[in-house]
């Protein structure tokens, strides 16, 4: 029997996980039962790594052999960086990312899913290389060579040094760390339901992760970071504000950075990032668009705020990165190194009680149409054929 349908599968449970879990009214945000506010006060990026994909807090041994591992394999096959050079200098890094990652698993084709050491062999390369090549990218469309990775450095710091082939301030550092953290994992989103629908087919790790990374790609999920930018950038002044914000709502368009399909307070993230942008701002100048968000905030609160619309995790995310130095189009990509601990997590739970995603549908078109032989067809027999399944 055909259920009701829901747009976008609103509010469908499509899984049992116990990887994260938010509550969207007191804006909760916890990785394996721990706040993420706890998280980005304490933690590293490769410690919630291994929270989320194995499920406990690592030891310290554990850790350290961990990180261990990810530093040994940052280094990408030399044929990966080749091909990267074929790629056009406009194109997207994102677009560059997921041929990237898809072409991992040339490299590492054989699918051994029942066995523990091949599931934490991908899960250390795909983590240690994927920041790798989007440093890589970013440095090959400029027509320089990648820069190869320091093992002295740790993970956030090693990613920076690689974009510019200067050690990070540790402040900055630490801050990315923390955006890292901030990213890695939200229940089942977007890119999350595409790594689950492609892993339950069993194939390899690595196409996987290339699905998600298609799917964070756009504008309506990890693209919207970028989008806040250009938004900013177009609103000009705080003066503008006001009008920007009236022309939006008359437009009924919609304002990027704010809303969310699960949170109606202010999104626990944006309140961080926030916090670490203006650490920032104290040791490295204000962005000139920062007192543009603020007023944005207020504005849109003030309108909307009755109507659970208030900043998310895109809202001020773009702004650190601007302060790190970071160029606008490489956003979505970090985003894409933070959430690959995410969806492993995600693939490795699904590995455990696996059935092929398999949804139903409504169908909505014609029924017992008749054939016409294409020596008798005519445009109005077609415009009749398209009329008749648009009214059905």
Avoid at 297 to 311: D, Q, R, S, T
Avoid at 342 to 353: C, I, M, S, T, V
């Amino acid at each position: 029997m055909v259920g009701e349908f829901k747009p976008g599968l609103e509010g469908v449970p499509a899984a049992l996980s116990s990887i994260s879990y938010v509550d969207g009214r007191e804006g909760i945000l916890e990785y394996r039962g721990i706040r993420i506010e706890e998280l980005a006060k304490y933690s590293t990026f490769l410690e919630t790594a291994y929270l989320l994909i194995w499920g406990v807090l690592p030891t310290q041994e554990e850790l350290a052999a961990f990180e261990h591992e990810i530093r040994y394999h940052r280094r990408i096959k030399y044929r990966i960086r080749d091909m990267m050079k074929c790629f056009p200098e406009s194109g997207h890094p994102m677009d560059a990312l997921q041929a990237s990652a898809a072409a991992l698993g040339l490299f590492y084709s054989r699918r051994d899913l029942q066995n523990p050491e091949y599931i934490r062999g991908a899960v250390v390369r795909l983590l240690a290389k994927i920041p790798t090549m989007v440093a890589a990218f970013q440095l090959i469309r400029k027509g320089n060579d990648p820069v190869s990775p320091r093992d002295d450095l740790d993970y956030s710091a090693n990613f920076l040094y690689m974009l510019s082939e200067k050690e990070p301030d540790p402040l900055a550092a630490r801050v990315f760390d923390i955006c890292l953290t901030l990213h890695a994992e939200h229940t089942i989103n977007a890119s999350t339901f595409s790594a689950m629908v492609t892993a339950s087919t069993l194939t390899d790790p690595y196409a996987v992760i290339a699905s998600a990374v298609g799917t964070l790609g756009g504008p309506l999920h990890g693209g919207a970071n970028e989008e806040v930018i250009t938004m900013l950038e177009e609103i000009g002044s705080v003066e503008n504000v006001p009008a920007y914000l009236e022309k939006c709502l008359q437009t009924k368009s919609k304002i990027m950075g704010f809303g969310h399909r699960v949170y109606k307070v202010k999104d626990p993230r944006a309140t961080i990032l926030q916090q670490l942008a203006e650490q920032l701002f104290e040791k490295f100048g204000r962005d000139e668009y920062y007192d543009i968000a603020i007023a944005l905030e207020k504005a849109v609160e003030a309108e909307l705020g009755h109507k659970g619309i208030h900043p998310n995790v895109d809202f001020y995310s773009g702004l650190v990165y601007r302060k790190l130095g970071i160029p606008t189009d490489l956003f979505t990509p970090i985003f894409a190194i933070s959430r690959v601990a995410g969806w492993l997590a995600h693939w490795k739970e699904q590995l455990a009680e696996n059935r092929i995603y398999r949804p139903t549908q409504i169908y909505t078109g014609q029924r017992n149409a008749p054939y016409i032989e294409i020596d008798k067809r005519t445009a109005a027999d077609t415009e009749a054929l398209i009329a008749a399944g648009a009214a059905s």
